[in-house]
């Protein structure tokens, strides 16, 4: 069993940064694959960037590639995201996931998670 807390979400400016943390539980964190999903006001829960259990290896959907960047400290038990570059459409509820890895050969970042946490709200003003 993995439970996981989302903190850092905020309300920023246009352009600005947030570091988002998602802290996990479990002495076998580093196995984890762990995503991270936004969902906005009347719309659905989309994917947005996951990092397998060793960190070396990430997948990004490609509006977020060079804005968002994720990363994972296995002491820590945590995984971040940092989003710069902040639009108003980035503004959504964000959720980190996790699952097992699997086999590195066959890894898939959106197939589905089995740990979520409770998100944390992200709000970017114009």
């Known amino acids: 069993q993995v439970q996981l807390v989302e903190s850092g979400g905020g309300l920023v400016q246009t352009g600005g940064s947030l570091r988002l943390s998602c802290a996990a539980s479990?002495?076998?964190?580093?196995?984890?694959?762990v995503g991270w999903f936004r969902q906005a006001p009347g719309r659905e829960r989309a994917f947005v960037t996951a990092i397998r259990g060793s960190g070396d290896t990430t997948y990004y959907t490609n509006s977020m590639k060079g804005r968002f960047t994720v990363s994972r400290d296995n002491a820590k038990n945590t995984v971040y995201l940092q989003m710069d570059s902040l639009k108003p459409e980035d503004t959504a509820f964000y959720y980190c996931?996790?699952?097992?890895?699997?086999?590195?050969?066959?890894?898939?970042?959106?197939?589905?998670?089995?740990?979520w946490g409770q998100g944390t709200q992200v709000t970017v003003s114009s």
């Open positions: 479990g002495r076998t964190f580093s196995t984890y694959t």
């Open positions: 996931a996790a699952k097992r890895d699997g086999s590195s050969a066959y890894w898939d970042p959106r197939a589905p998670y089995d740990y």
